[in-house]
Protein backbone atom coordinates (compact mmCIF):
# COMPACT_ATOMS: atom_id res chain seq x y z
CA UNK A 1 0.00 0.00 0.00
CA UNK A 2 1.80 3.50 -1.11
CA UNK A 3 1.38 6.23 1.43
CA UNK A 4 1.71 9.23 -0.17
CA UNK A 5 3.79 11.82 1.86
CA UNK A 6 2.41 15.58 1.39
CA UNK A 7 4.95 18.75 1.58
CA UNK A 8 4.13 21.68 2.89
CA UNK A 9 6.17 24.73 1.82
CA UNK A 10 6.73 27.36 4.62
CA UNK A 11 7.54 30.16 2.26
CA UNK A 12 8.42 33.52 4.28
CA UNK A 13 7.28 33.42 7.85
CA UNK A 14 7.50 36.35 10.05
CA UNK A 15 11.37 36.37 11.18
CA UNK A 16 13.34 35.84 8.50
CA UNK A 17 14.74 38.90 6.21
CA UNK A 18 16.55 39.79 2.91
CA UNK A 19 19.87 40.12 4.93
CA UNK A 20 19.95 37.16 6.07
CA UNK A 21 18.88 35.50 2.61
CA UNK A 22 17.90 37.46 -0.34
CA UNK A 23 15.90 33.76 -1.69
CA UNK A 24 13.55 34.89 0.97
CA UNK A 25 10.05 35.96 -0.97
CA UNK A 26 8.93 39.16 0.92
CA UNK A 27 6.35 41.12 -1.89
CA UNK A 28 3.49 39.46 -2.69
CA UNK A 29 4.89 39.16 -6.17
CA UNK A 30 8.33 36.79 -4.85
CA UNK A 31 6.14 34.64 -2.42
CA UNK A 32 3.43 34.13 -5.75
CA UNK A 33 6.57 33.30 -7.70
CA UNK A 34 8.51 31.09 -4.84
CA UNK A 35 5.12 29.10 -4.04
CA UNK A 36 4.47 28.00 -7.63
CA UNK A 37 8.77 26.62 -7.91
CA UNK A 38 8.61 25.09 -4.79
CA UNK A 39 4.55 23.72 -5.94
CA UNK A 40 6.88 22.30 -9.36
CA UNK A 41 8.75 20.42 -7.27
CA UNK A 42 6.40 18.82 -5.56
CA UNK A 43 5.00 21.17 -3.04
CA UNK A 44 0.83 20.51 -2.08
CA UNK A 45 0.83 23.08 0.72
CA UNK A 46 1.45 26.72 0.97
CA UNK A 47 1.91 28.13 4.38
CA UNK A 48 1.41 32.07 4.11
CA UNK A 49 2.90 34.42 6.22
CA UNK A 50 2.48 38.21 4.75
CA UNK A 51 4.62 41.61 5.19
CA UNK A 52 3.24 44.95 5.51
CA UNK A 53 5.60 47.52 2.66
CA UNK A 54 8.68 47.67 5.33
CA UNK A 55 8.73 44.20 5.34
CA UNK A 56 7.58 43.56 9.17
CA UNK A 57 4.93 40.93 9.91
CA UNK A 58 1.28 42.27 9.23
CA UNK A 59 -2.09 40.08 9.85
CA UNK A 60 -3.58 42.15 7.28
CA UNK A 61 -6.61 40.85 5.14
CA UNK A 62 -6.06 42.35 2.22
CA UNK A 63 -2.35 41.35 1.47
CA UNK A 64 -3.25 37.59 2.17
CA UNK A 65 -6.56 37.93 0.09
CA UNK A 66 -4.20 39.32 -2.94
CA UNK A 67 -1.46 36.39 -2.24
CA UNK A 68 -4.37 33.89 -2.45
CA UNK A 69 -5.63 34.95 -5.57
CA UNK A 70 -2.01 34.31 -7.02
CA UNK A 71 -1.50 31.27 -5.90
CA UNK A 72 -4.63 30.00 -6.95
CA UNK A 73 -3.58 31.37 -10.33
CA UNK A 74 -0.63 30.07 -10.65
CA UNK A 75 -0.65 26.60 -8.56
CA UNK A 76 -3.91 24.62 -9.63
CA UNK A 77 -5.47 22.71 -6.74
CA UNK A 78 -2.58 24.02 -4.20
CA UNK A 79 -3.24 23.61 -0.93
CA UNK A 80 -3.92 27.15 0.91
CA UNK A 81 -2.62 27.63 4.58
CA UNK A 82 -2.90 31.09 6.39
CA UNK A 83 -0.52 31.50 9.57
CA UNK A 84 -2.52 32.94 12.55
CA UNK A 85 0.41 32.86 14.08
CA UNK A 86 1.41 35.26 16.63
CA UNK A 87 4.51 36.99 15.55
CA UNK A 88 2.15 39.17 12.74
CA UNK A 89 -0.66 40.52 14.97
CA UNK A 90 -2.17 40.31 18.64
CA UNK A 91 -5.42 39.14 19.84
CA UNK A 92 -8.07 38.63 17.55
CA UNK A 93 -6.43 40.50 14.58
CA UNK A 94 -4.44 37.10 14.69
CA UNK A 95 -7.86 35.54 12.69
CA UNK A 96 -8.96 38.46 10.92
CA UNK A 97 -7.77 37.09 7.31
CA UNK A 98 -10.63 33.39 8.50
CA UNK A 99 -13.06 34.65 6.47
CA UNK A 100 -11.25 34.65 3.56
CA UNK A 101 -12.33 31.29 3.87
CA UNK A 102 -8.55 29.52 2.76
CA UNK A 103 -8.14 25.38 2.66
CA UNK A 104 -6.52 25.33 5.87
CA UNK A 105 -4.90 27.86 8.77
CA UNK A 106 -2.31 27.24 11.29
CA UNK A 107 -3.55 27.02 14.92
CA UNK A 108 -1.53 27.17 18.43
CA UNK A 109 -3.49 26.00 21.40
CA UNK A 110 -1.31 26.38 23.83
CA UNK A 111 2.03 28.84 25.21
CA UNK A 112 5.73 28.53 25.06
CA UNK A 113 8.97 30.04 24.99
CA UNK A 114 10.23 31.65 21.78
CA UNK A 115 13.71 32.25 21.06
CA UNK A 116 12.72 36.29 22.53
CA UNK A 117 9.64 35.86 23.61
CA UNK A 118 6.49 34.04 25.19
CA UNK A 119 4.63 32.68 22.69
CA UNK A 120 1.30 33.60 24.20
CA UNK A 121 -2.06 31.66 23.31
CA UNK A 122 -4.50 32.13 26.26
CA UNK A 123 -7.25 29.71 26.01
CA UNK A 124 -9.96 32.58 25.52
CA UNK A 125 -8.41 33.48 22.08
CA UNK A 126 -7.40 29.69 21.23
CA UNK A 127 -11.16 28.89 21.59
CA UNK A 128 -12.43 32.04 19.56
CA UNK A 129 -9.57 31.29 16.71
CA UNK A 130 -11.21 27.35 16.87
CA UNK A 131 -14.63 28.84 16.38
CA UNK A 132 -14.14 31.23 13.44
CA UNK A 133 -12.46 28.03 12.17
CA UNK A 134 -15.38 26.19 12.36
CA UNK A 135 -17.80 28.64 11.12
CA UNK A 136 -15.69 29.21 8.15
CA UNK A 137 -15.13 26.27 7.26
CA UNK A 138 -11.31 26.56 7.51
CA UNK A 139 -8.97 23.12 8.56
CA UNK A 140 -7.14 23.73 11.39
CA UNK A 141 -3.46 22.72 11.58
CA UNK A 142 -2.53 22.62 15.23
CA UNK A 143 1.23 23.17 15.58
CA UNK A 144 2.73 21.63 18.48
CA UNK A 145 5.34 23.09 19.81
CA UNK A 146 4.99 21.49 23.10
CA UNK A 147 3.36 17.74 24.15
CA UNK A 148 0.66 19.52 26.14
CA UNK A 149 -0.19 20.99 22.88
CA UNK A 150 -1.02 17.21 21.04
CA UNK A 151 -3.15 16.28 24.55
CA UNK A 152 -5.30 19.94 24.45
CA UNK A 153 -5.36 19.63 20.71
CA UNK A 154 -7.10 16.22 21.27
CA UNK A 155 -9.22 17.53 23.55
CA UNK A 156 -10.91 20.18 21.45
CA UNK A 157 -11.48 17.34 18.91
CA UNK A 158 -13.33 15.43 21.49
CA UNK A 159 -15.83 17.90 22.83
CA UNK A 160 -16.20 19.22 19.12
CA UNK A 161 -14.43 22.22 19.51
CA UNK A 162 -12.37 21.34 16.61
CA UNK A 163 -13.75 19.56 13.86
CA UNK A 164 -11.54 15.99 13.72
CA UNK A 165 -9.88 14.53 12.20
CA UNK A 166 -7.41 16.70 13.65
CA UNK A 167 -3.90 17.30 11.70
CA UNK A 168 -1.32 17.90 14.35
CA UNK A 169 2.66 19.28 12.60
CA UNK A 170 5.25 18.56 15.81
CA UNK A 171 7.65 21.48 15.37
CA UNK A 172 11.18 20.90 16.93
CA UNK A 173 14.27 22.70 17.59
CA UNK A 174 12.52 25.91 18.65
CA UNK A 175 14.90 28.09 20.50
CA UNK A 176 13.85 27.56 24.24
CA UNK A 177 10.90 25.21 23.38
CA UNK A 178 11.68 21.07 22.60
CA UNK A 179 14.73 20.11 20.60
CA UNK A 180 14.47 17.77 18.01
CA UNK A 181 15.02 14.77 19.36
CA UNK A 182 14.14 11.23 18.00
CA UNK A 183 12.55 9.88 21.03
CA UNK A 184 10.51 12.86 21.87
CA UNK A 185 9.59 12.46 17.83
CA UNK A 186 8.20 8.93 18.34
CA UNK A 187 6.52 10.16 21.70
CA UNK A 188 4.87 12.64 20.09
CA UNK A 189 3.21 9.93 17.86
CA UNK A 190 2.53 7.65 20.01
CA UNK A 191 0.72 10.33 22.54
CA UNK A 192 -1.28 11.29 19.36
CA UNK A 193 -1.84 8.02 18.30
CA UNK A 194 -3.67 7.34 21.79
CA UNK A 195 -5.14 10.29 22.48
CA UNK A 196 -6.84 10.90 19.36
CA UNK A 197 -6.11 7.68 17.27
CA UNK A 198 -7.51 9.13 13.84
CA UNK A 199 -5.45 11.66 13.39
CA UNK A 200 -2.83 11.99 10.97
CA UNK A 201 0.28 14.18 11.81
CA UNK A 202 3.57 16.36 9.75
CA UNK A 203 6.47 17.39 11.18
CA UNK A 204 8.79 20.37 11.08
CA UNK A 205 12.24 21.46 12.39
CA UNK A 206 13.73 24.67 12.83
CA UNK A 207 17.33 26.07 11.51
CA UNK A 208 19.60 23.26 10.81
CA UNK A 209 16.80 20.31 12.14
CA UNK A 210 15.33 20.69 9.20
CA UNK A 211 16.61 17.94 7.21
CA UNK A 212 16.62 15.23 9.98
CA UNK A 213 13.01 16.10 10.70
CA UNK A 214 11.80 15.71 7.23
CA UNK A 215 13.52 12.26 7.07
CA UNK A 216 12.14 10.98 10.49
CA UNK A 217 8.77 11.98 9.72
CA UNK A 218 9.21 10.56 5.86
CA UNK A 219 10.50 7.60 7.42
CA UNK A 220 8.00 7.11 9.93
CA UNK A 221 5.04 7.45 7.60
CA UNK A 222 4.01 11.40 8.07
CA UNK A 223 3.22 14.28 6.57
CA UNK A 224 6.38 17.25 6.54
CA UNK A 225 7.23 20.91 5.93
CA UNK A 226 9.89 22.64 4.78
CA UNK A 227 11.05 26.31 3.68
CA UNK A 228 12.93 29.20 4.19
CA UNK A 229 10.62 30.32 6.93
CA UNK A 230 11.98 27.78 9.55
CA UNK A 231 15.55 27.25 7.68
CA UNK A 232 17.96 29.55 5.87
CA UNK A 233 20.41 27.26 4.57
CA UNK A 234 21.53 23.67 3.06
CA UNK A 235 24.13 23.48 5.50
CA UNK A 236 26.42 25.66 7.58
CA UNK A 237 28.07 27.59 4.75
CA UNK A 238 25.77 27.52 2.09
CA UNK A 239 22.37 29.50 2.09
CA UNK A 240 19.29 27.80 0.49
CA UNK A 241 18.71 29.37 -3.07
CA UNK A 242 14.54 28.90 -2.80
CA UNK A 243 12.31 27.39 -0.95
CA UNK A 244 12.24 24.87 -4.06
CA UNK A 245 15.57 23.91 -3.38
CA UNK A 246 14.42 22.65 0.43
CA UNK A 247 11.41 20.87 -0.69
CA UNK A 248 13.49 19.20 -3.25
CA UNK A 249 15.51 17.78 -0.22
CA UNK A 250 12.30 16.57 1.06
CA UNK A 251 10.82 14.79 -2.19
CA UNK A 252 14.74 12.85 -2.59
CA UNK A 253 13.77 11.69 0.87
CA UNK A 254 10.42 10.42 -0.27
CA UNK A 255 12.50 8.70 -2.96
CA UNK A 256 14.98 7.07 -0.34
CA UNK A 257 12.06 6.14 1.71
CA UNK A 258 10.29 4.89 -1.14
CA UNK A 259 7.39 6.91 -0.34
CA UNK A 260 5.21 9.01 -3.46
CA UNK A 261 4.63 12.69 -2.91
CA UNK A 262 0.97 13.28 -2.23
CA UNK A 263 -0.19 15.48 -5.58
CA UNK A 264 -2.17 18.42 -4.61
CA UNK A 265 -5.05 16.64 -5.49
CA UNK A 266 -4.06 13.58 -3.38
CA UNK A 267 -3.19 15.87 -0.36
CA UNK A 268 -6.79 17.28 -0.38
CA UNK A 269 -8.31 13.41 -0.20
CA UNK A 270 -6.21 12.68 2.45
CA UNK A 271 -7.40 15.70 4.10
CA UNK A 272 -10.49 15.69 3.64
CA UNK A 273 -10.59 19.08 1.99
CA UNK A 274 -13.19 20.96 -0.30
CA UNK A 275 -11.79 20.69 -4.24
CA UNK A 276 -10.04 23.55 -4.95
CA UNK A 277 -12.14 26.97 -5.81
ZN1 LIG B 1 4.48 30.11 10.02
Not at 213 to 228: D, F, M, P, Q, Y
Request: hydrophobic content about 40%.
Amino acid sequence: MTNPCILCVAITGSVPTKANNPAVPITIQEQIESTHEAYEVGASIAHCHVRDDEGKPTSDPDRFARLMEGIKAHCPDMIIQLSTGGRSGSGRDRGGMLPLRPDMASLAVGSNNFPTRVYENSPDLVDWLASEMIAYDVMPEIEAFDLSHIVQAARMAKDGRIKAPLYVQFVMNVKNAMPADERIFDFYIETLKRFAPDALWCAAGVGPAQIEVNEWAISKGGHTRAGLEDNMRLDRDTLAPSNAALIKRAVDLCEKYERPVATSKQARQILGLRPAG
